[in-house]
């Protein structure tokens, strides 16, 4: 079974700095794009940032740029997520994402909860002082 695992969540400091890692296991497709996501209590799910396996191409939420940094190791099997100068309205449930690659044509969405068929069980961020 496909499994992705977060990790590297924790307790930081306002202006502190997380990275954090997702690996996935029993793969037996090949990764069209893998992406972050954060739920807050209260809140709905929300895009943060999102990379495609091939090519490495990022795309990021606008209020992720300039702060958050997805990358990617192929060999690994695992994405990152680089979260510099972290604020309190940072602090929640992140959440990593993969999709197949079908071979379709269109332009599939990066930031939509939908397009991502496997996800991990999350691992948690708080930002406080």
């Known amino acids: 079974q496909v499994q992705l695992v977060e990790s590297g969540g924790g307790l930081v400091q306002p202006g502190g700095s997380l990275r954090l890692s997702c690996t996935a296991s029993g793969l037996t497709f090949s990764v069209d794009a893998m992406g972050w996501f954060r739920q807050a209590p209260g809140k709905e799910r929300e895009f943060v940032a999102a990379i495609k396996w091939g090519s490495g191409s990022t795309y990021y939420a606008d209020s992720a740029k300039g702060r958050f940094t997805i990358s990617r190791d192929n060999t690994k099997n695992t994405v990152y997520l680089q979260s510099n100068d972290l604020k309190s309205e940072d602090t929640a449930v992140y959440y990593c994402?993969?999709?197949?690659?079908?071979?379709?044509?269109?332009?599939?969405?990066?930031?939509?909860?939908?397009?991502?068929?496997?996800w991990g069980q999350g691992t948690q961020v708080t930002v406080s002082s």
């Open positions: 994402a993969a999709r197949r690659d079908q071979g379709v044509t269109r332009s599939r969405p990066y930031s939509t909860v939908n397009e991502y068929r496997y």
